[in-house]
């Protein structure tokens, strides 16, 4: 009895960490807001959406600057065409890699800073746009 006892608990502890491991990996590709992948921009949805770089203007990345610790981001991608694809809205938890439940200004700001530097890394034009509205001073 000890025996079995004895096999079934190492058994246990390999399942659950490849359980583990196979779930972590998958949160850390949630905190991926886009890659470049052959000549194409890939924003990170459900269903990941496909641009190709030559077709992009720029990429617009906003800071929405409301009240009440309700500050939020958002991605969008214009096209030479004049096309331009819906706003993804996004936290912090892009930059901490952790889940946030209220973004300040200031995890905003680094946000952003880094979004538009992996950007320019990359070489893909972007706009950083700030808007503020505080309306219960």
Same mark, same amino acid.
Not at 44 to 48: A, D, E, V
């Given at each position: 009895m000890e025996f079995i006892v004895l096999g079934v608990i190492p058994l246990v502890f390999i399942v659950s960490y490849y359980v583990w491991k196979r779930y972590s990996e998958q949160a850390i590709q949630g905190f991926i807001l886009f890659f470049i992948e052959d000549g194409n921009f890939f924003l990170? %949805?459900?269903?990941?959406l496909r641009f190709p770089l030559n077709t992009i203007d720029y990429v617009c990345l906003r800071a929405h600057y409301l009240s009440k610790g309700t500050d939020y981001m958002s991605i969008q991608v214009m096209r030479k065409d004049g096309n331009y694809s819906a706003r993804y809205i996004f936290d912090s938890s892009i930059y901490t890699k952790k889940k946030e439940t209220l973004s300040n200004r200031a995890s905003i700001d680094e946000t952003l800073s880094s979004l538009a530097w992996e950007l320019k890394t990359q070489s893909v034009p972007y706009k950083v746009i700030k808007e503020? %509205?505080?309306r219960f001073q």
């Open positions: 990170n %949805t459900k269903r990941p503020g %509205t505080y």
